[in-house]
T-cell receptor, first 113, second 113 residues
């Protein structure tokens, strides 16, 4: 069975510092991986996705993630965060050709001035 | 561009009442899903559809019904509301089932008292 684990429920960080949000997945088959962001009182929007090819994927707002098959990880990084990056971040894996997503528990990124 | 539209945005129900959460998309997506979001649990799949006339259960289907009579609409029905159904509900749609972005509505915040 597929599952997704986000290793940190909250990550506090100061503005302009680097940040890494960790995500591990389990799957016995090829996976498609996604990071979504949810700003307060809004829906989810896609940050980036890994489908195939280069293991380093770049997304919107300066975020990037690295797919590591041997460690079954898909960690999200940003070299310098802004106050506006304060949000909840979800890692997800697609499940079969059904449109279904399996989400991690979410990580709240709190950027402090 | 409307994208995925959910109504209502907020709703308070009494235990035992029924209601329908509406979801409509204007992107001609075949795949649609309903999730509920609860603190510390990420998003969990309630029901999904791979096309008009085809629906199936997700991870937490009890107490909910769906139907998909058109490509555009995917309503979620609460049959007899319970306090455990207090949650934020998100509808999502995607073009294909596996490797494309899912688009989310703004959510419906439901409180059952």
């Amino acid at each position: 069975a597929q599952s997704v684990t986000q290793l940190d429920s909250q990550v506090p960080v100061f503005e302009e510092a680097p940040v890494e949000l960790r995500c591990n997945y389990s799957s016995s088959v090829s996976v498609y991986l996604f990071w979504y962001v949810q700003y307060p009182n809004q829906g989810l929007q896609l940050l980036l996705k890994y489908l195939s090819g280069s293991t380093l994927v770049k997304g919107i707002n300066g975020f990037e993630a690295e797919f590591n098959k041997s460690q079954t990880s898909f960690h999200l990084r940003k070299p310098s965060v802004h106050i506006s990056d304060t949000a909840e971040y979800f890692c997800a894996v697609s499940k079969g050709n059904t449109g279904k997503l399996i989400f991690g528990q979410g990580t709240t990124l709190q950027v402090k001035p | 561009n409307a994208g995925v539209t959910q109504t209502p945005k907020f709703q308070v129900l009494k235990t035992g009442q029924s209601m329908t959460l509406q979801c409509a998309q204007d992107m001609n997506h075949e795949y649609m899903s309903w999730y509920r979001q609860d603190p510390g649990m990420g998003l969990r799949l309630i029901h999904y559809s791979v096309g008009a006339g085809i629906t199936d259960q997700g991870e937490v289907p009890n107490g909910y019904n769906v139907s998909r009579s058109t490509t555009e609409d995917f309503p979620l029905r609460l049959l007899s509301a319970a306090p455990s159904q207090t949650s934020v509900y998100f509808c999502a749609s995607s073009w294909t089932g596996e490797n494309t972005e899912a688009f989310f509505g703004q959510g419906t915040r439901l409180t059952v008292v």
